[in-house]
């Protein structure tokens, strides 16, 4: 067996569910969410919100709060899941860097259902013409260690999160309900 899975990371493009699916596993096991979004500076949420692609350089302080936060969350004892898009390879690997036992969990889906999905999503500030730039930057983490690839399009909420869930539990030494 591989390392075991002490936190999970639940990425994938704008629209894919990561935030849904998270809710749901973490009332499924008693694990602690943490929402990536609300991590963004002003200044990225303004940039996506006009319709700009962020850069590597605007990711940078983000990403090292997600580190803060991943890191805080397993020395308190908790089991943290993150919502971040980790769309590039050096982005998963700073995360993998806070915490030993990073899982990943991948939400796979088409441009077309992201760019529906998002274009019906109320109140958030991804824009639909940010997907293609998503889907331009996505390094797929298949072939990785510690993933887990999820048909986001295929199951619904309940059904990832349960299989999300299970994929943890044989790979972690931490008890979940």
């Not at 769309?87 to 915490?99: D, F, N, P, T």
């Not at 998503?134 to 909420?157: C, R, W, Y």
Request: net charge negative; aromatic share 6%; proline share 6%.
């Amino acid at each position: 067996m591989s390392q075991p899975i002490t936190a999970l990371v639940i990425m994938g493009v704008a629209g894919c569910g990561k935030s849904s699916v998270s809710q749901a596993l973490c009332q499924l096991n008693g694990a602690t969410p943490i929402e990536g979004d609300a991590f963004h500076p002003a200044t990225n949420i303004a940039k996506m919100s006009a319709g700009i692609p962020l850069t590597d350089e605007d990711r940078a302080g983000w990403l090292d709060s997600l580190c803060d936060a991943l890191r805080a969350a397993v020395a308190q004892g908790q089991q943290p899941v993150l919502t971040c898009s980790a769309l590039k390879l050096r982005y998963r690997e700073r995360l993998r860097g806070a915490v030993s036992g990073l899982g990943f969990v991948f939400l796979e889906l088409t441009p077309a259902v992201a760019a529906d999905r998002v274009a019906h999503r109320p109140g958030h500030f991804m824009p639909k013409t940010l997907i293609d730039s998503q889907f331009a930057a996505l390094e797929s983490p298949v072939d990785e260690p510690l993933v887990l690839t999820l048909d986001a399009a295929s199951k619904n909420i309940a059904q990832l999160a349960s299989d999300a869930r299970d994929w943890w539990c044989e790979h972690s030494v931490l008890t979940t309900p």
